[in-house]
């Protein structure tokens, strides 16, 4: 993750000088923003059902407005000490835990936005760039030029070069993810099973399902925001192939266009995010589980 981050700082240094291909990293980037802040809010404030529960009712019996048997918790379990006697400060523990494991789930997967927003940054300024390998459109073109001359020759090699660091830049995204996603999916799919079958069986108590029925919406909101991001990345890297047969490639020379053969039978192979190599995190897939 460290090494992801560093790779797209330098990056920002070297693509953001010309103003067009900085504005297309902005606005990646601006896309990543918004996805962050509305996964937060929804995550945090679908939660909050499942949070003021206890804090409602514990509210209502010190005014004397209702009566309960039963100070609630957050999670019925055993703490392995008296719950009576420790109840306020296991309230306390279980509200700090969870708001902590949210957050520590919000940090990690808006890293990963930005990571994939990165790289649809960079597969759209190496659209821009193959769109400009041949800038005159002229039909006297020389087929057999020689690569001295042809200086959109050192154009296309540079292009070659970025869709290597495209293609790098999200293996390193699939290495760094691909085993920890593969325990908080399952663990993500577990949960739903359970809340699910809670909120069902607990129809009778409206503030019991509210609570695992708001649950619920929590985990099906991480599980889209981890396919997104994967969607995005599938999206932007097939466009290549479009990107690299868009420009004026019948209007160079033989030279160039071997060139660009093989950048597009490199773009025949899909790039995805998975879970453990065996989930491939789409929206395709995250209908499915829904």
Not at 192 to 209: G, W, Y
Not at 222 to 245: C, H, M, R
Request: aromatic share 14%.
């Amino acid at each position: 993750m460290k090494k992801l981050t560093f790779i797209m700082a330098d990056d920002w240094n070297i693509y953001s000088k010309l103003s067009d291909e900085y504005n297309i990293l902005c606005k990646n980037y601006e896309m990543g923003r918004k996805v962050s802040i509305a996964y937060a809010v929804s995550l945090y404030g679908s939660m909050t059902p499942f949070l003021v529960v206890p804090v409602i009712i514990n509210t209502v019996s010190y005014m004397g407005l209702y009566n309960i048997s039963d100070k609630p918790l957050m999670f019925r379990t055993e703490y392995f000490i008296d719950s009576e006697k420790y109840y306020y400060p296991l309230l306390v523990h279980s509200y700090i835990g969870t708001l902590g494991f949210v957050t520590i789930v919000v940090a990690i997967d808006s890293m990963l936005v930005f990571h994939v927003q990165h790289e649809c940054g960079m597969c759209e300024i190496l659209g821009y760039r193959l769109a400009r390998i041949v800038e005159a459109d002229t039909l006297d073109i020389n087929l057999y030029t020689s690569k001295e001359e042809a200086m959109s020759y050192g154009y296309i090699k540079n292009c070659v070069i970025m869709h290597n660091h495209i293609i790098e830049y999200a293996r390193r995204i699939e290495i760094a993810n691909t085993t920890s996603y593969f325990f908080q999916l399952g663990f993500n799919m577990m949960g739903m099973t359970f809340t699910i079958f809670q909120a069902v069986v607990k129809l009778s108590d409206p503030n019991e399902a509210l609570r695992y029925a708001s649950f619920t919406v929590t985990l099906l909101s991480v599980l889209f925001l981890e396919s997104w991001p994967g969607q995005q990345l599938s999206d932007y890297t097939n466009k290549i192939f479009a990107f690299t047969t868009n420009g004026r490639w019948y209007q160079s020379s033989l030279r160039i266009r071997k060139v660009i053969s093989i950048m597009l039978m490199r773009s025949y192979v899909p790039i995805k995010i998975t879970a453990g190599k065996l989930y491939a995190l789409n929206l395709a897939n995250f209908a499915a589980v829904r």
